[in-house]
């Protein structure tokens, strides 16, 4: 019985097969990042120029007497366009007292890609606090907008904007923000309840972060019993419990050593590395800058020259 010819079989992968479109398998896609003007990276599941051969009466990879072998014909794939997850375009904001306007952020616009680690960088009062809580919700621009994942911030009511913090969004403060009577499980598992999650899915959850982020022996101890970066790590996890697609993270070893500061950085990488998030950080430390896969640096509420404005 004559089989299929396989000489002409496309080896590209199809549609859905590269590593990069297993939304399970943590591996961050890098395409698309062209803030600074460098070209995207190389995208896991893209698709390439194929030529494939056909061949006409073929049986066995045989020609009949006679038969002419057709030429390669081209099958042109598209390669799929990874959008930004984070959106900012000329956002604004201008704080007024009396007659006195401090004007917190100028016309600031920058994209991140999803699965990035964006260091936002200056010094205090350079409006990293401001554009964070503009990204987040939790204060309104007065001009510009800011869209993450798809939705645009700037244009959500409260009812809006609160399902956005549970489901989108998980927030890292440098305050930690834990609440004192808790313990470290019960800290972590906050926004599930809030979710109305199941008590056993809930429990399984809180379990696995605290030991994802090393602190699967502290589970029960309280906040005073924890040191400071073990305290940053439960509010990590926290942050993580409701499977945000963005992290947000305000200073986040202002009050942490040197070290543990490292560490807590090391561990930010680690999760966008691994659980496909992405986490915009601010920072004034240069040593934790080199964590991050792009910086973007704030001076009095605007983008510093050299920082591109790419919306």
Known sequence: MSGPDRRGAGRGAGPGNGPGNDPGNGAPNRAGRSRRGRPGGRHAGAHRLEDRATEPGASRGRHAKGATRAAPAATVRSVPQVQPLVVVEGVQRVYRSGSTEVHALR??????????????????????????????????????????????????????????????????????????????????????????????????????????VGLSEQTQQRPYELSGGQQQRVAIARALANSPRLIIADEPTGQLDSQTGLAVMQLLQNLVRTQGVTAIVATHDPVLLGYADDVLELSDGALVEGEPNVA
């Open 107 to 212: 016309g600031i616009s920058f994209t991140v890609a999803e699965g990035t680690l964006l260091a936002v960088k200056g010094r205090s009062g350079s409006g990293k606090t401001t554009l964070l809580n503009c990204i987040g919700g939790l204060d309104q621009p007065d001009g510009g907008r800011v869209v993450v994942a798809g939705a645009d911030v700037t244009g959500l009511d409260e009812k809006g904007l609160l399902a956005l913090r549970r489901e989108t969004i998980g927030f890292v403060f440098q305050s930690f923000g834990l609440v004192p009577i808790l313990s470290a499980a019960e800290n972590v598992g906050v926004p599930l309840r809030l979710l109305r999650a199941d008590p056993g899915d809930r429990d399984r959850r809180v379990s696995a972060l605290l030991d994802l």
